[in-house]
């Protein structure tokens, strides 16, 4: 997720937010991925009406989310930063739709992520996230 946009500083946070931000932004790798999720992370995605529980499904959904959501216009608008925990705002564009969301993290004391929250909005980008996601999980599953 390259977007060359962002409207916040991409350094300076706590620790976790940080570890987040570098991940997000650089490393887009399973294997950094993992490092900063707990074993037992909720994962809250706005399109299905379960929490996801486990790290296994967590990094599905995430880095699914990577690959449908992390064009080159991805780019964090505003940060809240509580240290363990902190939300951020996000836009991108995905075929002419606008997506605005936020993701709203959690840390344990160990700097891991234990809970994980995705909202989104409009209802247009909703669905357009829906199918897309979709898709790429399937594709993901499949070994494509």
């Known amino acids: 997720m390259t977007g060359s946009g962002h409207t916040i500083a991409l350094s300076g946070w706590s620790p976790n937010t940080q570890a987040w931000l570098d991940w ?24 299905v009406h379960t929490p996801q529980e486990g790290k296994a499904i967590t ?11 992390g064009n080159d216009s ?7 930063d ?19 969301g936020v993701d709203m993290m959690e840390w344990n004391t160990e700097g891991q992520i234990t809970d994980f929250k995705v909202m989104v909005r409009p209802l247009k980008a909703i669905q357009m ?16």
């Open 24 to 47: 997000m932004l650089t490393d887009h790798s399973a294997q950094g991925l993992a490092k900063i999720l707990a074993e037992s992370v909720v994962f809250k995605s706005p399109v």
């Open 59 to 69: 990094m599905a959904y995430l880095l699914a989310a990577g690959e449908t959501l």
């Open 74 to 80: 991805f780019r964090y608008t505003r940060v809240f």
């Open 82 to 100: 509580c240290g363990d925990r902190a939300v951020l705002e996000f836009e991108t564009m995905m075929d002419g739709i606008l997506v605005n």
């Open 129 to 144: 996230v829906h199918a897309a996601m979709g898709a790429m999980l399937a594709k993901m599953k499949a070994g494509a």
